[in-house]
């Protein structure tokens, strides 16, 4: 049989396929198409047929339609969004700037480790932040999370300390680490997720207050002798009563807008050759 490798020429070194055939005058040359490829935001690679180049590619990945909106919605909610990828730094730094993201936001060419390695790091740096300012400390560090759908997101999805997984296109790895598991690929419900959970902690923030201060209220009045066995009970039954249609103000949350939240096929573009062709323009549907 033949060996057969398609990948970046980076696993490539890192292989034991015999790549004494890297240095040929034929390879420079294509390693000068790979860097007009990279310069204009594309992710390149080889195909390696026994220790022979045959061929090589690129491919451009375009981003969901609401991943922009997304990370807008996340900012104005007070929640600092990184991009963490293994693609390298052209297409990463291509698809930022179509998301409007800065370019400290972006994390390129990181493998598995790596992301989890920058969590670890952001872990630490708001344990640091928290400690050098007694009021944040007072309800512990800032949280991260993470969202992901691939196997090399796995990993980090266990080191977060929220992970959420796309569960349309969602691998069973990623799915089984994660806390939260969207059943669609709209990333809008990312922060509608977030806008929810707020609600809920305050509404029960709302509930506890009120009962207890209820109570309290009612306590109060027993202990100078002006509480008779009504009061008790509107304070109990009353009260159980006031928090249950609180909560129930809940099932009225509106999920994301139906026609933001569609979720339209994502297109790969690339190019693809032949050692003996020129290039041919391709759209791959992803």
């Not at 291509?94 to 493998?111: E, H, N, R, Y």
């Not at 139906?258 to 050692?275: I, L, Q, V």
Request: glycine letters at 8%.
């Amino acid at each position: 049989g033949k060996v057969v490798f398609i990948g970046n020429t980076r696993v490539l070194a890192e292989s034991k396929l015999e790549t004494q055939n890297l240095q040929s005058c034929e390879w420079k040359s294509v390693s000068k198409q790979h860097e007009e490829w990279r310069s204009e935001g594309k992710t390149t690679g080889v195909v390696w047929i026994d220790d022979k180049p045959t061929a090589h590619y690129s491919l451009s990945d375009v981003p969901r339609p609401q991943a922009k909106q997304a990370i807008k919605n996340l900012w104005e909610m007070g929640i600092q969004t990184l991009m963490l990828t293994g693609d390298a730094n052209g297409p990463a730094n291509t698809v930022g700037q179509m998301l409007d993201m800065q370019p400290d936001s972006i994390k390129s060419a990181l493998l598995p480790r790596d992301k989890i390695r920058y969590i670890g790091e952001l872990k630490e740096t708001t344990v640091q932040r928290s400690k050098s300012n007694c009021w944040p400390s007072c309800f512990g560090r800032q949280k991260i999370g993470m969202v992901g759908d691939g196997v090399n997101d796995a990993p980090a999805l266990a080191a977060a300390d929220v992970a959420l997984a796309m569960g349309a296109n969602g691998t069973a790895m990623a799915i089984e680490t994660s806390d939260v598991v969207l059943v669609d690929s709209n990333l809008l419900k990312v922060s509608w997720l977030i806008s929810l959970s707020r609600a809920t902690r305050r509404t029960i923030c709302q509930n506890v207050t009120f009962s207890v201060l209820l109570k309290l209220l009612v306590l109060g009045l027993a202990a100078i002798d002006e509480a008779n066995l009504w009061m008790a009970i509107v304070a109990d039954v009353g009260a159980m009563l006031a928090v249950t249609l609180n909560a129930t103000m809940l099932l009225r949350w509106k999920a994301a807008d139906s026609k933001k939240a569609k979720d339209k096929r994502r297109e790969t573009y690339g190019s693809f050759s032949t050692f003996e062709r020129n290039g041919v323009e391709v759209s791959v549907g992803g």
